[in-house]
């Protein structure tokens, strides 16, 4: 099994651009997670869907954060427009039938 | 709401010492305990868990013990090793969500 594929792994942007990170999640498991990473605020779990429904974006900062999954082996974050202060490791992880998540490598963003 | 709370980093042990980095928690219910570990540049991963009370879960010389009377989850390690050098996380599981501390940093020198 290839794990958990996100794209791309490391993004450059100037303040003001749209963002689409893009997450792979294991064949077969039902829930995906994405995460943002940083020093100051350590990870934070910003939605997470079951069977590609949203169940809980509480953690989303604001709009301009959105997050879809159109089908069971894709789902992307989207940050538009986005400011230097999105500037993180955004990680995506997908759980099965156990307890245990398996995160994939994140993507590093860098807002200019 | 529930919370994890783990000891500040960062560690620096000598090789071969005994480590320890202790996990307390908060939550309603019983939930599951994890400890992922974060290598430097990559993902984390699932290192141990326990899915009840008095569980004690174990991989790769480290182990921790599921407290209910103390809500603990504290990590251990007999003899570490320069290659354990990384970010460990404990986190509970309720519901369908992980809930993170804020991870301790570890640096083993030879």
């Known amino acids: 099994d290839a794990g958990v594929i996100q794209s791309p792994r490391h993004e450059v942007t100037e303040m003001g651009q749209e963002v689409t990170l893009r997450c792979k999640p294991i064949s077969g498991h039902d829930y995906l997670f994405w995460y943002r990473q940083t020093m100051m605020r350590g990870l934070e779990l910003l939605i997470y869907f079951n069977n590609n429904v949203p169940i809980d974006d509480s953690g989303m900062p604001e709009d301009r954060f959105s997050a879809k999954m159109p089908n069971a082996s894709f789902s992307t974050l989207k940050i538009q427009p986005s400011e230097p202060r999105d500037s993180a490791v955004y990680f995506c992880?997908?759980?099965?039938?156990?307890?245990?998540?398996?995160f994939g490598p994140g993507t590093r963003l860098t807002v200019l | 709401g529930d919370s994890v709370t783990q000891m500040e980093g960062p560690v620096t042990l000598s090789e071969e010492a005994f480590l320890t980095i202790n996990c307390t928690y908060t939550?309603?219910?019983?939930?599951?305990l994890f400890w992922y570990v974060q290598y430097p540049g990559e993902g984390l991963q699932l290192l141990l868990k326990a899915t009840k009370a008095d569980d004690k879960g174990s991989n790769k010389g480290f182990e921790a013990t599921y407290r209910k009377e103390t809500t603990s989850f504290h990590l251990e390690k007999g003899s570490v090793q320069v290659s354990d050098s990384a970010v460990y996380f404990c986190?509970?599981?309720?519901?369908?969500?992980?809930?993170f501390g804020q991870g301790t940093e570890l640096s083993v020198k030879p």
């Open positions: 992880a997908s759980s099965g039938a156990g307890n245990e998540q398996f």
């Open positions: 986190a509970l599981k309720w519901g369908g969500k992980l809930i």
């Open positions: 939550a309603t219910g019983y939930p599951s």
